[in-house]
């Protein structure tokens, strides 16, 4: 992790031993810190519930519905934001930050939706020439800071990766969760989808 990393989630959830702590630490954290603004309507709180009832609203799994819901964790710790109103200038990688403070807890099919949530963003780009056209203004200028769209090349590497199917599946409910105002259920809801999810040992 680098020095823009609050730690204090990381050293939090090392210092406690069962699923259930694990759960109120990071569900807590995520309440206190979730409200700098994601893009221009909702904040990352709201982003990622709207992510997780939109992958509930689909008859997701657990392990897809966690990874909605926890999908940009990476912002949460980082704040690029700094209560400011646009998309910061400058990529922090957000994704890698979030895959690498939760890998020690969930399975990889959850740590890769996290980490390739941003290229999953550029592969849709390459493939689809439609996608590009839908997202919202803030990802389309993040993207662009992310390297823009995949080349051939890269397409077909991405492509072989064992979980692309929810990885995709969490791009999308991640594109689709930004709308202001939209009322869905609180981070309790999800409790027992994220508990049941943890590794052996911290579950």
Same mark, same amino acid.
């Given at each position: 992790?680098?020095?823009?990393? +609050?730690?204090?989630?990381?050293?939090?959830?090392?210092?406690?031993?069962?699923?259930?702590?694990?759960? +109120?630490?990071? *569900?807590?954290?995520?309440?206190?810190?979730?409200?700098? *603004?994601?893009?221009?309507?909702?904040?990352? &709180?709201?982003?990622?519930?709207?992510?997780? *009832?939109?992958? $509930?609203?689909? !008859?997701?799994?657990?392990?897809?519905?966690?990874?909605?819901?926890?999908?940009?964790?990476?912002? =949460?710790?980082?704040?690029?934001?700094?209560? !400011?109103?646009?998309?910061?200038?400058?990529?922090?990688?957000?994704?890698?930050?979030?895959?690498? &403070?939760?890998?020690?807890? =969930?399975?990889?099919?959850?740590?890769?939706?996290?980490? /390739?949530?941003?290229?999953?963003?550029?592969?849709?780009?390459?493939?689809?020439?439609?996608?590009?056209?839908?997202?919202?203004?803030?990802? /389309?200028?993040?993207?662009?800071? !992310?390297?823009? $769209? =995949?080349?051939?090349? %890269?397409?077909?590497? *991405?492509? !072989?990766?064992?979980?692309?199917?929810?990885?995709?599946?969490?791009?999308?409910?991640?594109?689709?969760? $930004?709308?202001?105002? &939209?009322?869905?259920?609180?981070? %309790?809801?999800?409790? +027992?989808?994220?508990?049941?999810?943890?590794?052996?040992?911290?579950?």
């Amino acid at each position: 992790m680098n020095e823009r990393v +609050d730690t204090s989630l990381a050293d939090s959830l090392a210092n406690v031993r069962t699923g259930k702590l694990k759960v +109120d630490v990071l *569900f807590a954290y995520m309440e206190r810190n979730g409200n700098s *603004f994601y893009d221009e309507s909702v904040t990352e &709180l709201e982003h990622g519930l709207q992510a997780a *009832f939109l992958a $509930k609203a689909n !008859q997701a799994t657990d392990m897809q519905v966690t990874a909605a819901l926890l999908h940009d964790i990476g912002h =949460f710790v980082m704040n690029e934001e700094a209560g !400011q109103g646009n998309f910061s200038q400058e990529d922090w990688c957000h994704e890698t930050v979030g895959a690498e &403070l939760l890998e020690l807890y =969930f399975p990889d099919v959850i740590i890769e939706s996290i980490r /390739q949530h941003v290229p999953a963003k550029r592969y849709l780009c390459a493939i689809d020439s439609h996608y590009h056209e839908g997202l919202s203004p803030a990802s /389309q200028n993040s993207l662009n800071l !992310q390297g823009g $769209k =995949f080349s051939p090349a %890269e397409v077909l590497e *991405f492509e !072989q990766n064992p979980h692309l199917e929810t990885i995709l599946l969490v791009r999308r409910w991640d594109d689709g969760a $930004k709308t202001e105002g &939209l009322k869905v259920p609180g981070l %309790e809801s999800y409790r +027992d989808a994220v508990e049941s999810c943890l590794l052996a040992g911290h579950g």
